[in-house]
């Protein structure tokens, strides 16, 4: 599964919360909200182990650019992974482990992978941290996926291995998402300056499918064995459109006026979407909907500023949102409690599952 970030470029609507001034936050040790919580039904021991197979991660950048990532349960113990950062990716798949990528404020790419204490691997440099793009995949057969957006709108994608050779997928993108299962293998999803949106899947080499045009700045992708792509979009007129099963599907209109989308998917639970509304009743609340594309949505918060999703076939949705200076989290299903897993203001936030 992937997690996706965007950058505000020049020109774009500043989104809530990406370029907030805030103080330095607080690390809580644990989250503490709900520590000593019985587990939900079903997660018993052997829930555990599926836990220690596939954990879910979560990382997230200070405001003062301290990269963050704990992995596990939600009451694992943060791990300080770099400083001088200026935003986080995040995944993890049950061979190869947590993948993690951060982006320095000297503009270099650096990744790990296989453990929070496995060394840093120098990806890339040169890249311009306010413009620039990346986004991280991972799965048991194709190993991790690592795209960058470079300044000059190059879209690079390796694949296999972290000394995997880039491969230039297109010149001229505005986004990136990527997501990748062991049974339909790669997704790429690129916003182009001409604002169309372009996928393909099954390989870097695959031809790229035109899926949508009149496309904003906000795209989204996930992917996985059973449900296969699921991507997400928001058009200039502010609609939220979505498909899944295959990149030929009929996009279903989801909401209207929406300023941030994010997705997730796995093989037990289905899509899973997450939205900000811009106007109304919950405009700049969060709203998720999982199961189907036709699902309801549910208000989960109010006053969010970043958010990100993921989903695990045995532990279900994994919702982070920050709010009120503190990062939020929960885990299971909608309906859960949130823990309380940082104090402080947040740059940026990804998670895994």
Known sequence: MATVFRAVLPGRRLRQGLAALAVTGVVLAAGTAAAGAAPAAGQGPRHEAARI???????????????????????????????????????????????????????????????????????????????????????????????????AGEVLVKEGSLTAKWHDEYGGGYDIAVASDQKHGPLIAVRTENNELLVKEGSLKARWNREHSGVEYLIAAASDPVHGPLLAMVLLDGAMLAKDRTLTATWSHEYAGVWEVAVASDSAHGPLIAIQPDTGKYARGLLVKDGSLSAGWDHEYSNVGLFAVASDAVWGPVIAATSGGELLVKEGSLTARWDREYRGQVRWVAVAG
Do not use: C, F, M
Not at 71 to 82: D, I, K, P, V
Not at 130 to 148: N, R
């Open 53 to 151: 197979l596939n954990p879910v991660l979560i990382g997230l950048v200070t405001e003062g650019g301290e990269a963050l990532v704990k992995e596990g349960s939600l009451t694992a113990r943060w791990n300080h992974e770099h400083s001088g950062i200026s935003r986080i990716a995040v995944a993890t798949d049950p061979k190869h482990g947590p993948l993690i990528a951060v982006l320095t404020s000297n503009g270099e790419l650096l990744v790990k992978e296989g453990s929070l204490t496995a060394k840093w691997h120098y990806e890339y440099s040169g890249l311009l941290p306010a413009t620039a793009q990346i986004a991280v995949a991972s799965d048991p057969v194709h190993g991790p996926l690592i795209a960058v957006l470079t300044n």
